[in-house]
């Protein structure tokens, strides 16, 4: 238990579907992250939010939108997704003046088909 | 943004100690340097987080020289349960969290 938590832990949706991934976090951190991780790839850092304002956007395609409702929630919604959008997605939290130090959540496992 | 490079991949035997350098050769005055554990399917762990010199807890020491342009994870005794990806990570403030390659640690009977 990492005080981040994340759902649905397993997701397999086709590409016309529109779905959302759910992160919370119980540590009262003022930052939320989502990762993107794929077979045998470093981590890739999708998005940032502190104190509920994005703060980074590495690039990402309009089909992934993010939405941090407040410090303690963060969505991922998905749309028009391609196969190659396959991969895990990590949610984590840190305190926004803590430096390195991130907090995980186990993960969503997506699958476009 | 430090950059940081880690060996890929290194082997090692259960209840030997093994130790992970990682180069940050422009980290900045105000970085720290943590330690992540990544076991398969699952999001990375904290182990270990420095400043400088020697830093010990109950999983891990890190080593870090005076010029902090390099730094050293150290676990001792490992078993095959620490087989997992470790990452080095340097940055200058929380939204820049990028994670390199990591070093994929396999322990062997």
């Known amino acids: 238990e990492t005080g981040v938590t994340q759902t649905p832990r397993h997701l397999v949706m086709g590409m016309t579907n529109k779905k959302s991934l759910k992160c919370e976090q119980h540590?009262?951190?003022?930052?939320m992250y989502w990762y993107k991780q794929s077979a045998k790839k470093p981590l890739e850092l999708m998005f940032v939010y502190s104190l509920e304002e994005r703060v980074e956007n590495n690039s990402v395609p309009s089909r992934f939108s993010p939405e941090c409702p407040n410090s303690s929630h963060l969505f991922l919604h998905l749309h028009t997704l391609q196969p190659e959008d396959s991969a895990l997605y990590l949610c984590?939290?840190?305190?926004?003046?803590?430096?390195?130090?991130?907090?995980f959540g186990e993960g969503s496992w997506l699958t476009v088909v | 943004l430090a950059k940081t490079t880690q060996p890929i991949s290194m082997d090692s035997y259960e209840g030997q100690e093994v130790n992970i350098t990682c180069s940050h050769n422009n980290i900045a005055t105000n970085d720290y340097i943590t330690w992540y554990q990544q076991f398969p399917s699952q999001g990375p762990r904290f182990i270990i987080q420095g400043y400088k010199t020697k830093v010990t807890n109950e999983v891990a020491s890190l080593f870090i020289p005076a010029d902090r342009k390099s730094s050293t994870l150290s676990l001792p005794r490992v078993s095959l349960s620490d087989t997992a990806v470790y990452y080095c990570?340097?940055?200058?403030?929380?939204?820049?969290?990028?994670f390199g390659a990591g070093t994929r640690l396999a322990v062997h009977p």
């Open positions: 990570l340097v940055a200058p403030s929380y939204n820049k969290l990028i």
């Open positions: 540590l009262g951190h003022n930052a």
């Open positions: 984590a939290s840190s305190p926004s003046d803590a430096g390195n130090t991130i907090y």
